[in-house]
């Protein structure tokens, strides 16, 4: 089942950080970055944690599964959409502990074809 935007639009109005948190659809389900950062997912309609020392602290307590088939388990933190502190805190000290976002590079200019003879 894919995520909803009206899940996504929750999600980032719960996190209260405005437009530092974006996200961005890909195979019917999102990535969520801070800063340029990815620090989760959303996926059937959850939100995926990306794992570190921030979960670990942070939420310990938070059930732990699988964001998609073959990933290994992400702390789920739907039971913090409705404590936006800690979604705040949890969001930012995962965004701290990531590595910055690689540059893109350039695309190749291709030649372009002109009108077919």
Request: aromatic share 8%; hydrophobic share 40%; charged share 25%.
């Amino acid at each position: 089942m894919a995520t909803d935007r009206d899940f996504i639009d929750y999600v980032t109005e719960q996190a209260g950080l405005g437009s530092r948190l974006t996200s961005k659809k890909m195979f019917g389900e999102y990535a969520l970055y801070l800063d340029g950062k990815v620090v989760g997912f959303a996926c059937d309609n959850s939100l995926f944690i990306k794992p570190s020392a921030a979960a670990a602290t942070l939420a310990p307590d938070l059930p732990r599964r699988p964001p998609y088939p073959g990933a290994k388990d992400y702390p789920v933190a739907d039971e913090l959409l409705d404590d936006t502190d800690a979604l705040r805190r949890l969001i930012a000290a995962t965004a701290d502990l990531m590595p910055p976002p690689r540059p893109a590079r350039p695309r190749k200019n291709r030649p372009t074809r002109g009108p077919a003879a």
